[in-house]
């Protein structure tokens, strides 16, 4: 529906977060290991579907538990790359993940959400990305105010009502879950 919108097709880019978008947050709002973490309804049948329409798909994701030291950044990565896997065993494709595992207190790169780093970092890496061509989802207003920060189009998961019109000058469209995307 969104897409239908959009008419993206392999020149576009598609922004995702993690926690709340591809895999369920827990209680503890952390997920320190591959056992943890648990993908959220429907995400691999969309993102497969959504690999065969973007150019490129790529995970930005604020993880300071590691800058706590909650866990390591091996285990941060383990946990990518089981991830990145498990998307691929099921017809779909992550070509990049960005983490920003400083504490906010400490982000003096401003690669943590809402600022743009992490977007900048992709599109060093993938000099054809075009952000007025991107769509980043995402479950939090800091996603929303990372895409607005580098010019993308921006589409917000909701959890819950009192989030319906929060924050509306930052959000373009509103879905329950990433299936709700295709």
């Known amino acids: 529906m969104i897409l239908d919108q959009l008419h993206p097709d392999k020149t ?3 922004f ?3 926690d ?3 895999n369920t947050t827990p209680p503890n709002a952390y997920v320190l290991s591959w056992k943890e973490f648990s993908f959220n309804d429907g995400v691999f049948a969309a993102i497969s579907r959504l690999s065969e329409v973007f150019g490129k798909i790529i995970v930005i994701t604020n993880q300071q538990g590691v800058g ?3 866990m390591s950044e091996k285990e941060l990565w383990q946990i990518h790359i089981n991830m990145k896997e498990e998307i691929e065993k099921n017809d ?3 070509d990049a993940i960005y983490a920003a595992t400083e504490l906010a207190t400490k982000d003096v790169e401003g ?3 809402p600022n743009p780093g992490m977007a900048l970092k992709a ?3 993938f000099p054809e990305i075009d952000f007025s061509k991107s769509v980043v989802v995402g479950d939090a207003i800091t996603d929303m105010q990372f895409g607005k920060a580098a010019g993308m189009f921006t589409v917000f998961v909701t959890h819950n009502i009192d989030e319906e019109h929060q924050h509306d000058e930052v959000i ?3 879905i329950k879950s990433l299936a709700d995307l295709v």
Do not use: A, C
Request: no cysteine; glycine share 12%.
């Open 12 to 14: 576009w880019t598609l």
């Open 16 to 18: 995702l977060d993690r």
């Open 20 to 22: 709340g978008v591809i």
């Open 68 to 70: 706590k030291g909650l």
């Open 92 to 94: 779909g494709r992550i």
């Open 111 to 113: 690669m943590r959400k």
């Open 123 to 125: 599109k060093r890496d």
């Open 172 to 174: 373009d469209f509103k």
